[in-house]
């Protein structure tokens, strides 16, 4: 699939799934419309992550979804994963390039300008910006006040891959992430923790959706 | 190189070394007549890793050693290692032959016959036994008790592939575990938390040297 197509993200995580499993989420977010799902749980051993893998690459094959996997080029080909995304501490993405070729979709988490075009320049198809509002969801360090909007649109100018916004978006203040420049949006707890994760998906859908429809209607004159 | 000729074979970590770089420990192994090092380090990030695994590629290269990732089959394929050791948690080992190819050395680690019967079957090219004497450097929940020289006797009657003891051995306790019918012995601190790694090495090799001879020789008659 094209990164461009990647309105809704969602990256698993089950620390945060109220003791669901991850296929069950997954199920749902893909119910509700999902457009891509990156399998994280790095804390977990690889023979864990590689058979959640395989049911996860049949439920998002099925539907059509994408599927990324976090870090390890190894299980996204063992698993016959969409694509990787590495961040800053993984392998670098022009090595990944190397080992998985030029049509599986690379990501890379990109915070500042630098660290954004460098990607680029490396063979990056996609970038994930953020946090745009501050997270406690990830296992790192997070920037807890966030990158706000305004560094979207500043690596949305910058770069020519589609960016998409992760860290503390709900589908309340998705609309200024789209409105920066960014594709999409990749949420953890926002789907995950969620009630209805289905319900959840849908909701991010329109609100992504509703801010681009704003942005694509040409000003009135008069 | 053939896991064969796996006679001495070191297990990198920088958690026992005293505060000394993987590389001046892996030199040193080098200098001392070390067969393979394994590249393990579990719990850094694959950047670091990555890094690491290129200046040891280098040292190892140079000197004709095998180099030997842990875990990671993509990190073995960007440093171009020989191989990669899976214990019971990694990638499955028939899913890392597919990725890897024919050529590549593949080890298991096993504690069991049954481990070892179907490592084998999966096509792995050798195992790591262990713990033989009981260990406290992994990270990893060990065997304390150690299973013993038996259980290599046990594991290399029912296999037919090459079997390296680890696991607490020294150059002093290394004799019974090549005797039980061990090409080679795998160790970690005796060499990587040893005054002098080289001299240490070498009195390895000597050892496990000395256990093959005496195993070589025929027995007297008269």
């Given at each position: 699939?094209n990164?461009?197509?990647?309105?809704?993200?969602?990256?698993?995580?089950?620390?945060?799934?109220?003791?669901?499993?991850?296929?069950?989420?997954?199920?749902?977010?893909?119910?509700?419309?999902?457009?891509?799902?990156?399998?994280?749980?790095?804390?977990?051993?690889?023979?864990?992550?590689y058979?959640?893998?395989?049911?996860?690459?049949?439920?998002?094959?099925?539907?059509?979804?994408?599927?990324?996997?976090?870090?390890?080029?190894?299980?996204?080909?063992?698993?016959?994963?969409?694509?990787?995304?590495?961040?800053?501490?993984?392998?670098?993405?022009?090595?990944?390039?190397?080992?998985?070729?030029?049509?599986?979709?690379?990501?890379?988490?990109?915070?500042?300008?630098?660290?954004?075009?460098?990607?680029?320049?490396?063979?990056?198809?996609?970038?994930?910006?953020?946090?745009?509002?501050?997270?406690?969801?990830?296992d790192?360090?997070?920037?807890?006040?966030?990158v706000?909007?305004?560094?979207?649109?500043?690596?949305?100018?910058?770069?020519?891959?589609?960016?998409?916004?992760?860290?503390?978006?709900?589908?309340?203040?998705?609309?200024?992430?789209?409105?920066?420049?960014?594709?999409?949006?990749?949420?953890?707890?926002?789907?995950?923790?969620?009630?209805?994760?289905?319900?959840?998906?849908?909701?991010?859908?329109?609100?992504?959706?509703?801010a681009?429809?704003?942005?694509?209607?040409?000003?009135?004159?008069?």
């Amino acid at each position: 699939m094209n990164p461009a197509t990647y309105g809704t993200y969602l990256v698993t995580q089950a620390s945060v799934s109220a003791g669901r499993e991850t296929t069950e989420i997954v199920e749902a977010a893909v119910d509700g419309g999902i457009d891509v799902v990156q399998l994280r749980e790095k804390a977990t051993d690889a023979r864990w992550r590689y058979d959640l893998g395989l049911e996860v690459r049949e439920l998002t094959a099925e539907a059509g979804v994408d599927l990324i996997v976090n870090d390890r080029v190894d299980i996204a080909q063992a698993i016959d994963a969409d694509g990787v995304h590495l961040g800053q501490s993984d392998l670098p993405v022009a090595v990944a390039r190397d080992l998985l070729g030029p049509e599986v979709v690379i990501g890379c988490s990109a915070s500042t300008v630098d660290e954004a075009t460098r990607a680029e320049a490396d063979g990056a198809d996609y970038l994930g910006v953020g946090s745009v509002y501050g997270t406690t969801s990830k296992d790192v360090e997070a920037d807890r006040a966030g990158v706000g909007p305004e560094r979207i649109a500043d690596i949305s100018t910058a770069v020519s891959i589609p960016v998409v916004g992760i860290g503390g978006i709900t589908a309340e203040n998705a609309g200024p992430v789209v409105d920066a420049g960014a594709v999409g949006v990749a949420v953890v707890s926002e789907i995950t923790a969620a009630e209805d994760p289905c319900a959840a998906t849908d909701s991010l859908a329109a609100a992504v959706e509703t801010a681009k429809a704003v942005g694509d209607t040409p000003p009135h004159d008069g």
